[in-house]
């Protein structure tokens, strides 16, 4: 495996997309690649959980607010 088709699996190992069978083939490649490897796995989890913190949660409607509450209304009640 070249470093570049390392680099691209890694991307996939950091969000859990490799199969099995993918997984072996970037652990060896991992072994060989050593510390430039690591270093780049780990820019790799950096990049992912600022992604995942720029995401903002999506705003319920007032509709589904209101049905929701109305659901929970009638089961107090009924």
């Known amino acids: 495996m070249s470093f570049e088709e390392f680099q691209n699996q890694a991307r996939l190992y950091v969000i859990g997309a490799l199969e099995a069978e993918e997984t072996e083939a970037f652990e ?6 050593g510390q430039q490897a690591e270093d780049f796995i780990g820019k790799c989890y950096s990049m992912h959980e600022a992604f995942a913190l720029s995401l903002r949660p999506a705003k319920s409607s007032d509709a589904l607010k209101d049905r929701l509450m109305a659901m929970v209304r009638k089961r107090h009640t009924g």
């Open 28 to 33: 060896l490649a991992r072994k060989q690649f």
